[in-house]
């Protein structure tokens, strides 16, 4: 299905809700929201009115006039004015635990100004002791004139490492200093599955990528205490709680960032359910235990074992099969061998994990399929649901072999619109088989939507500006042939989300018996044009008929 940029929300704004036979009666000490405008995502019942709520699940969901005449004299009711409702959203892959102690300890250099960016980072330095390393985040080259260059960072400071971390995190851009405090000379050799960036001349420009951060790794802090790894955690689960997300992905965790969203959770910070991929290097450590994906309840449970077979699309790194625009004929990095990912990921699948490999490029996402097809021949698992992070650059055929193996794309939601800046080194040709989330959906495989935090923004309103409008922040279009509806958009938001984490019976959709998580949105965006989708902003966000934000 082909859709227009105007006619992309048409018929979602005034869809008719389903009639619902009379409730003669309800449970008793219910919570009611009614007078809304309620987009259920559930087939069987697309809209609604009102919703009835008890222990944190959806009891009946229908007409006003079913709901309220149903429920007794002792049920809370609020009137939702005719505001839109959604189930909660579900960013499919981000990296919530590291993010949050990230932002207790360094510099945000989230600015287009490298000026602003040296100012920020000298600021952080006058107040740390002599010698001991400056480290920013949430950098973007995208966004500023060039990449920011070791030399502009020795202007920060001549006598302490200074180290910028790209917020896609492949990626990061360091002074001479730190170059020095690594043993990097400008002889050093590319290391296997990483890269320094270099200038005209040959001479280190201060671009670090992907496994050529090992050297760096000294420079910064040790592990977040178990206190600082739970504040962490909690501040920032508010945060994506105020952006109507109430479940999440971490595509990364250590059993110390486990510990922290156990400790949040038990302290009742936690405002977002978790699913927590282990890192590849963890596995040994699981494996003699009982535990395997799927372990834990409807808060915290553990999820896929994480692998990487190339590197990022943000920072141009993805495996690709033609070269880069304009760079020659770079076609990116490989992360882990094919040799190396069965390696790990053959007694992870034999155990009984679920796998979530990283894929972007079309080289990297065959790879990772090759992989999928090996394991299920040489040892077949029904229902496996492996998982393609990212899985950016599609073709026909990678389709047809990700709907083969039974694979789950988990795609960047708002790409498009926030990192049009760098889509030119893909080209406009190459961009009507990227983020290809319309022929997906037209293939029947069930993709999710993400924001890989920090990689980019965790704002829904986002993920459906980019699906639904395929144009960037700088007004260009991007692929146009992969626009997709309002509802698909949703979806992918929402429900495909739970079912990459086999919880898709519990949440995703607002229908009788699943958890009550769930958005109350200041706009009605399902009727406003598509340029205006993010002036939407939540209200009200529910986890399991508690609500975690209220603006």
Known sequence: MRVSRRTAIAGMAGSAFTAAPALASLPPDLLVLHNGRIWTGDPARPAAEAVAIRHGRVVAIGSDSDILNGAGASSERIDLGGKRVTPGFNDAHCHLSGSGVDHLRYV??????????????RERAARLPAGQPVIGFLYDDGKTPHPITRAELDHVSADRPVLVQHRGGHTMFVNSAAFAAAGISETTPDPKG?????????????LVVDLAFEPFAKMFPGDAAPDEMRRGIADLSKQFA????????????????????????????????????IWHSQIDKYLPTNIRSGFGDDMVRIGAVKLMADGSISERSALLSKPYEGRGDYCGVQVQTPDELYTIASKAHAAGWQLGVHGNGDVGIAQVLDLFERLQKEMPRRDARFRIEHCTL????????????????????????FHGGI????????????????????AGVPAASSSDYTASPFQPMMWLRSQIDRRDYKGRDWGLNQRVTAEEALRAGTWNGAFATFEETQKGRLAPGMLADLVVWSDDFLASAPERLMEAKPERTMLGGRWTYQS
């Open 108 to 121: 945000a250099c989230d600015s287009d100004s490298i000026p602003a960016i040296q100012q920020r980072l």
């Open 194 to 206: 990483g890269k320094f960036g270099r200038d005209g001349t040959g001479r280190l420009n201060g």
């Open 242 to 277: 105020a952006n109507g997300i109430t479940s999440i992905c971490d595509a990364g965790t250590t059993p110390e960032q486990i510990r922290g969203y156990l400790d949040a959770r038990r302290e009742g910070t936690l405002a977002t359910r978790v699913y927590a991929n």
């Open 394 to 417: 599609l073709t026909p055929d990678l389709i047809r072999r990700i709907k083969a193996v039974g694979a789950l794309p988990i795609l960047f939601g708002g790409y498009v619109y």
């Open 423 to 442: 889509m030119d080194f893909y080209g406009a040709e190459r961009l009507k088989s990227m983020f290809a989330l319309r022929d997906l959906i037209d």
